[in-house]
């Protein structure tokens, strides 16, 4: 009798282990769960690293940060230096005895601006340097440790009046400036206020902070020379810079004030200059223009000799890649910043920066003498924020793939992983690995493209397809974790995704490629890269469904004014009508980059290469996603538009608003508001490619 009892309890166990061991699928609302690692700083003697850890506060839909460390031997979790939830940008003193860092606090149930904090690292309570009006953007330590630079907004009409004139005073807005409002900025924007640099002895109980530069225009990027005498920066001196095509200068100022000097320019932006060790040189990234203006400029690494009226010389003119560039995913840290952007070796002979090629981020070594490119990682993945010790000899990165959310790397040759900071939430996880594929579009040029297929895919059967769109239209999909993805994989969808032209890591040529005819055969590269999965086999040419944001959600609209092959569509934060979009985004096309004239002079390209010239043509089923204070693509001119077009058609059609949130809605919205954009996204596929009614899109209501 006990045999038998063993027996059964042996074949129980043998029938409910395996299931046991099962792995999920990932869901929508893991997303809630995930830790995003940001702005990574190493300490001066390469033993620690310090960063943004940031996670989600469910019950209160918000966004915390904290700051970290963790040694960079790989030995030992990461450990909490701060707890306040609003905490950000940490930057080492010399020494790497104090670190300086950005902490917003909470009074009367709102966040207050950011001020700068000290935290000595032997102990004790961070205490504040500053008391801001309008809170703190960056800094930087003095190359002594004694004091820190930093930017700060001023200005404004509200600076200029006592409590008894702000209450009186008229909420009537006079708008002189084309450039009036910012996408996701509730009020408009203020052309009397200006981000200025300061500084402030590093010491409780300083003194208040020295304003350092002043006027009528912004200054940013700062970056001490090493002796500490001055501090350079980049800014645009123009009034109205938007009548010309995008330009910054770098300049410098001595670090008491004074008069600023011009020490470079070019026909083009300039950003994240850094100086030589021994103070003779800056390099920078810079995007020169071309000629006649383009849509798109391709960012080079430039060095200039520190001597004011020096010419800059650009070391990776015949390297035909993006210098700085990054690829595209929804899970970049939605808070947090970034790190450095250039790195100098110890004898200022080479620089490290990240590259993006082929839907990869890595680093490169430039040697300056020569301009040669050398890798210091070569795989397929996205390195984004890095930093390094003062000699430049050692680094940390953080680096992301098709299926890690993005950890800390050191590189010393193979990049040596020293987080999992998501190995307890994944390790329960099953995810699909994207197969990457090239194809020859319709002129024979080669697109890359990824295939996610469900983690449970059987080739034996046919499977819902849904095409996703990046935007920009400069931008690059690739190897980088995106979330919303894998999850319509969950669900069932093999999932492509394509780099068209216009697509950036692949040159200046493919980027720009497109001027003047966005959109147009990029759509013709989308669609052969339907045609080719395809012919795999595995997809079901019936069930098809499209999506994309942005310039994604334009190509989206455009698509299914050219094909009704896509029986499902989701087009996000688009654009319906480029004449009213013209007036209407809170950036100005004033320059002929993607049109050659302004929409009256023109109007007849204008009208041809707006989707909702075309709206008589659509038969898809298609939902609109938008963000009530998306200034970028305004609701207006976009989905609103397609919405009534639709409805007085009588197709299927519905408008999901998601209030409080901007264009970046899919990034950094509110925490719930993300994962309901997925659930729509996916309920209106499902409902039309896989039969699964959802009464919310119902109109018999």
Known sequence: ?????????????????????????????????????????????????????????????????????????????????????????????????RIAFVRSIERDGKSQPGQVYLLDMNGGEAYPLTRETKGVTSLEWSPDG???????????????????????KSDVQVITRAVYRANGNPTYVDSTRHTHIF??????????????TEGEYDERDIEWAPDGSKIYFVSTRVPEAYYEASDSDLYSVAATGGTMTKVASIDGTIGAPRVSPDGRQVAFVASPHGNPVRSYNQPDLFVVDAAPGSTPRNLTESYDFDIAGGIGGDQASPRGGSGNSIVWSKDG???????????????????????????????????????????????????STQTNIGDLFMIDGKPRQITKVNDELFKEIQLSEPEEIWYKSFDGKSIQAWILKPPDFDSGKKYPLILEIHGGPHAAYGNVFTHEFQWMAAKGYVVLFTNPRGSTSYGQEFGNIIQFHYPGDDYKDLMAGVDELLKRGYVDANRMGVTGGSGGGLLTNWTITQTQRFKAAVAQRDIADWYGFWFTADFWLSKPTWFRKAPWEDPQDFAARSPITHVASVTTPTMFVLGDQDYRTPPADGGEMMFRALKYRKIPTVMVRFPRESHE?????????????????????????????????????
Do not use: C
């Not at 200029?160 to 209450?167: F, L, S, T």
């Not at 994962?675 to 009614?693: A, C, P, S, T």
């Open 146 to 168: 004694k004091t820190v630079a930093f930017t700060a907004p001023v200005g404004g009409d509200e600076d200029k009046r006592d409590e008894k004139e702000k209450e009186a």
């Open 349 to 399: 002979a080479s620089l490290i920066v990240v590259a993006a090629e082929h839907g990869s981020a890595n680093l490169k070594r430039l040697t300056i003498a020569t301009g040669k490119v050398d890798s210091l990682t070569d795989g397929k993945h996205a390195v984004g924020a890095f930093t390094a010790t003062p000699d430049g000899a050692t680094i940390a990165a953080t680096i």
């Open 1 to 97: 009798m006990r045999k038998h009892h063993v027996a059964v309890l042996v074949i129980l166990l043998l029938a409910t282990t395996p299931r046991a061991a099962e792995k999920r699928f990932i869901t929508e609302k893991d997303l809630l769960k995930f830790t995003w690692i940001a702005d990574p700083q190493i300490a001066p003697d390469g033993s620690t690293v310090a960063f943004v850890r940031v996670t989600v506060n469910e019950k209160e839909n918000r966004y915390e940060t904290s700051l970290f460390a963790v040694p960079t031997s790989g030995n030992e979790a990461p450990r909490a230096l701060t707890s306040n939830g609003r905490d950000m940008m940490p930057r080492w003193s010399p020494d790497g005895h």
């Open 665 to 701: 809605l899919s990034r950094s919205g509110e925490p719930k508001h993300r994962v309901e954009r997925l659930q729509h996204i996916v309920g209106w596929m499902d409902q039309w490619l896989q039969g699964k009614k959802n009464p919310a899109y119902s109109t018999n209501h």
């Open 199 to 212: 500084t402030v002895a590093a010491t409780s109980g300083a003194d208040k902070p020295k304003q350092v």
